[in-house]
T-cell receptor, first 115, second 114 residues
């Protein structure tokens, strides 16, 4: 019973490099989310996918792209990493499909440092 | 911008004491949720309270919601060392277009000393 799995757990990049953060959930959830958490702060929404085949921008989408590969998987890509993107990235999922009042389930995060 | 603002930012108590933290928000909500985050881990859902509810209990947790004041509180009774964590409130806006997107507060760091 894995829930939400994120890979990798840690990554160090140089400025300008690209990388993709992977997220997969095994709960048959429809909606998936990417957040970033900076030191001492709450989570800010980067992108979300309300259902398979759809993606939308959140609060802080600049510098990121996403792909909803299938119902299980939702990836986050940094095309040209910048030091300001140093953060902890969390993926989450929820049942969605118009159902409200649903909790979100989170992965354990990817800790990303950009030098 | 963050919808929820939490108070206090940090809280230190002795094991067995109660811990209370507050959350204020700005816009009308469908529900408000509380999450716990242990150091180095993801967030874990604790409790969800709908906008038409005023109080909800789950084990040692008690959540209140005052929509007229746009505020909520989380009470942890008889705290344990294992309750040491950061606690976040998150709001689900009333706007249907918002879907199930949550807006998080900055969190309260709770330290329970044995």
């Amino acid at each position: 019973n894995a829930g939400v799995t994120q890979t990798p757990k840690f990554q160090v990049l140089k400025t300008g490099q690209s990388m993709t953060l992977q997220c997969a959930q095994d709960m048959n959830h429809n909606s998936m989310y990417w957040y970033r958490q900076d030191p001492g702060m709450g989570l800010r929404l980067i992108y979300y996918s309300a259902s398979e085949g759809t993606t939308d921008k959140g609060e802080v989408p600049n510098g990121y792209n996403v792909s909803r590969l299938n119902k299980r998987e939702f990836s986050l890509r940094l095309e040209s990493a910048a030091p300001s993107q140093t953060s902890v990235y969390f993926c989450a999922s929820t049942l969605g499909t118009g159902l409200r009042n649903q909790p979100q389930h989170f992965g354990d995060g990817t800790r990303l440092s950009i030098l | 911008s963050q919808q929820g603002e939490e108070d206090p930012q940090a809280l230190s108590i002795q094991e067995g004491e109660n811990a209370t933290m507050n959350c204020s928000y700005k816009t009308s909500i469908n529900n408000l949720q509380w999450y716990r985050q242990n150091s180095g881990r993801g967030l874990v859902h604790l409790i969800l309270i709908r906008s038409n509810e005023r109080e909800k209990h789950s084990g040692r947790l008690r959540v209140t919601l005052d929509t007229s004041k746009k505020s909520s509180s989380l009470l942890i009774t008889a705290s344990r060392a294992a309750d040491t964590a950061s606690y976040f409130c998150a709001t689900d806006a009333l706007n249907k277009a918002a879907g199930n997107k949550l807006t998080f507060g900055g969190g309260t760091r709770v330290l329970v000393k044995p």
